[in-house]
């Protein structure tokens, strides 16, 4: 195994239970038996609040960050974490124009502007209001449809609102992946990722070996169930990662 990479939210961290020390040990030691593995957490979290939850948990030291759902990657060169220009290079060729995007969004009822912290170079972000999405989904899409961009929708629960999240076609988890294996010279079979959710579905099926967490969601199991490059862990969070690393070091490499 040459790179480590995983989701951080309800893959290695639950968000409602407390992260247990001896948990997160098993992975450490999992991955000690890999020789010379670099370490990657991909997120939608942005850079501090990736920061945030390296400060409060035990979590392996990574060697990369990708942030705000793979449209930033930043790598650490013994001191101090830096941007990957290289990426932002990669992904300002792909002709993804946040100008643009934004002028064909304008007119669609129910999308207001997600703060200004969370949008980067390469990611435009908007709350849809729940009662509009009906109408107002099927426009946005169309809409990224027609630019070298994704749409990654998902729902916050609590504040009952929607998040868009338009980056570009060659960003997201998946990409940043890429980018991520091909800078540490893996080949496919030498790259594990593990995750949770949906917004993991296109990096656990980018022809990288995966670990599905025993907490994962139902869908995410059963759109991969066929498969064979996925290992559904039994554990949760953090051991099931470790197991499927585990598995992975016994059976492929
Ligand atoms: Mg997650």
Redesign the pocket.
Known sequence: MKLFAS?????LVPQKEELVKEDVRELEEALAEAVDVKVAYI?GRNFSLMQEVLANYYLPQPDFLATDVGTLIYFFDGEDWKPDEDYRDHLALTGYDKKELEQKLKEIPGLSRQEEEVQTEFKLSYYLDLESKQDSLPRIRKAVAESPAQLIYSEDRVKEVGLVDVIPEAGGKAGALDFLAQKSGAEENEVVYA???G??LDALSAGYNGVVVGNASEELKKNLSDNDRIYMAENDFSRGVAEGVNYFLKNRF
């Open positions: 989701d951080i939210d309800n893959t997120s995750g949770d959710s917004n993991d």
